[in-house]
């Protein structure tokens, strides 16, 4: 079969011819290239701002707070100082009496005179009796000497007012004159303070300053030496003292109703 060629029409013919030469009465350009803007690389920090200014708020901190901490240790060991000194002033002038109440003893001896001693001015007080049976007065005395427990213990000053007020109270405690070896061991083992109205052991000096350092009384030994000379701030150091709370003695009590001096517990044992 022959082939037949489809012819176009003209009038498409002559829009393609036309198309053409528009193409090519028009100007070759090149094409606009569209430059990226540089900028400048900056190279961001590893650590964040935030975190650095607070390594520089403690950084601060720690110093302030070694400085702080450098002050203290200075005053904690001038203190020790100073308390050590007092320590080593207060046995002292107590072996020189000591040696003196020897000697005047030896010399009336050799002149065959007697020395009569001196009244004691300092008492511990013990109770030895509970709370049943106990009448008003005596129940206000001891009120007054705080001695609320058995096995309660106190030092009082001896006076006129003391004594009296002791012997209302006769029956239901026991008493005598303690001696700077006493006190120490009372003070050293048994002795709690009253910081806050609460009864806190006397674990280190800084404690009695705080309490009593307004008036002059630093450490243990200032207390001790106020406690056994009976001081001019003697009140204020038994004010801070808690109660001493004690045992039976060993083998116990012989008998509570009767007098020391009738084979008895109550009354002073001198």
Known sequence: MDTKEVKKPEAEVSKAKAEKAD?????????????QRKYKQTQLPVVPVSVLKKRKRILERNKRGLQIFKKTLI???N???VLKSRARKYEATNKREEKDKINRIREAKKEGCLVVPAEGKLAFVIRIRGINGVPPKEKKVMQLFRLRQINNGVFVRLNKAT?????IAEPYIAWGYPSLAIIKKLMYKRGYGRVQKRRMPIKDNQMIKKALG???????EDMINEIYKTGPKFKKVVNFLWPFKLNNPTGGWRKKANHYVEGGDYGNRE
Request: glycine content about 10%.
């Open 23 to 35: 193409k090519a009465d028009k100007p070759k350009g090149k094409k606009k290239k569209f430059k």
């Open 163 to 167: 004594i009296n007020m002791m012997r």
């Open 214 to 220: 307004f008036h002059g009384i630093w450490g243990v």
């Open 75 to 77: 005053k904690k060991i």
């Open 79 to 81: 203190n020790k100082k």
